[in-house]
T-cell receptor, first 111, second 113 residues
Framework: DTGVSQNPRHKITKRGQNVTFRCDPI?????LYWYRQTLGQGPEFLTY????????KSRLLSDRFSAERPKGSFSTLEIQRTEQGDSAMYLC?????????FGQGTRLTVV | DAKTTQPPSMDCAEGRAANLPCNHS???????VYWYRQIHSQGPQYIIH???NNETNEMASLIITEDRKSSTLILPHATLRDTAVYYC??????????????FGKGTLLTVNP
C-alpha cells in the first residue's frame, strides 16, 4: 500500500492552456474524490466517483473541468482554457470505508 | 453537513497534551464526527472518527459529549510534528456512499519547544 499518488506535484501553465492531472488511488478503494484548496482555505469538494461512475459534481466544477475514472482505477482531472482563478492545490482522495486518504496534491499555477 | 465551530488557533507545549475543541450543536443522530489534520503543504490526513462513544487509536483520542453537541480531540503527548491545521467535520452521506467532507478553516495548532 503506497498511498494515494498524484502527478504532477507542481504545474505551471499559461492562461488559456489545457492541463491534466492524474490520481492513482489506494488499490481496491472504490471511492475517489477530487478537492480544490486555495491559500488559507480548507479543501472544497469538486467531484466523487464510486468505481467508474461519477456520482456527484459540485457547482464549482464548471464546464471547463472534466474528470474521468476509466475502469474504476486511476482518475484524471482536466481543466480546459485555464484561468488565473484556477490556481490552487488540487487534491485527490480515495476510500473503501468512510475515512478518506488524501494524496499530496498537485499545485497548479496559472500565469 | 452539520456546521462545526473551532477556535482559529491554539498553542501547546511539546510533550504536553493538546486538547482541541469542536462545537457541532446542529449534528443529527446519525452523523459521525471526523477529525483530519493538514500539515503545511501536504494533503489532509485522517485522524479519527466517532458517533457517540469515546474513541482512541494510535494517533489520538476523541471525546464526544453525551448530548453530541461538542467533541474534543486529544493528542496525549504533542510533538513538534503535530503542528498542523486540525479540521473537525460532520459529513452528510449523499447518494448512499458519498462521504463528502466540508472543510472549514480548522484550528491551527502550534506545538512549541
Amino acid at each position: 500500500d503506497t498511498g494515494v499518488s498524484q502527478n504532477p506535484r507542481h504545474k505551471i501553465t499559461k492562461r488559456g492552456q489545457n492541463v491534466t492531472f492524474r490520481c492513482d488511488p489506494i488499490s481496491e478503494h472504490n471511492r475517489l474524490y477530487w478537492y480544490r484548496q486555495t491559500l488559507g482555505q480548507g479543501p472544497e469538494f469538486l467531484t466523487y466517483f464510486q468505481n467508474e461512475a461519477q456520482l456527484e459534481k459540485s457547482r464549482l466544477l464548471s464546464d471547463r473541468f472534466s474528470a474521468e475514472r476509466p475502469k474504476g482505477s486511476f482518475s484524471t482531472l482536466e481543466i480546459q482554457r485555464t484561468e488565473q482563478g484556477d490556481s490552487a492545490m488540487y487534491l485527490c482522495a480515495s476510500s473503501l470505508r468512510p475515512e478518506a486518504f488524501f494524496g499530496q496534491g498537485t499545485r497548479l499555477t496559472v500565469v | 453537513d452539520a456546521k462545526t465551530t473551532q477556535p482559529p488557533s491554539m498553542d501547546c507545549a511539546e510533550g504536553r497534551a493538546a486538547n482541541l475543541p469542536c462545537n457541532h450543536s446542529t449534528i443529527s443522530g446519525n452523523e459521525y464526527v471526523y477529525w483530519y489534520r493538514q500539515i503545511h503543504s501536504q494533503g489532509p490526513q485522517y485522524i479519527i472518527h466517532g458517533l457517540k462513544n469515546n474513541e482512541t487509536n494510535e494517533m489520538a483520542s476523541l471525546i464526544i459529549t453525551e448530548d453530541r453537541k461538542s467533541s474534543t480531540l486529544i493528542l496525549p503527548h504533542a510533538t513538534l510534528r503535530d503542528t498542523a491545521v486540525y479540521y473537525c467535520i460532520a459529513p452528510v452521506v449523499t447518494g448512499g456512499s458519498n462521504y463528502k467532507l466540508t472543510f472549514g478553516k480548522g484550528t491551527l495548532l502550534t506545538v512549541n519547544p
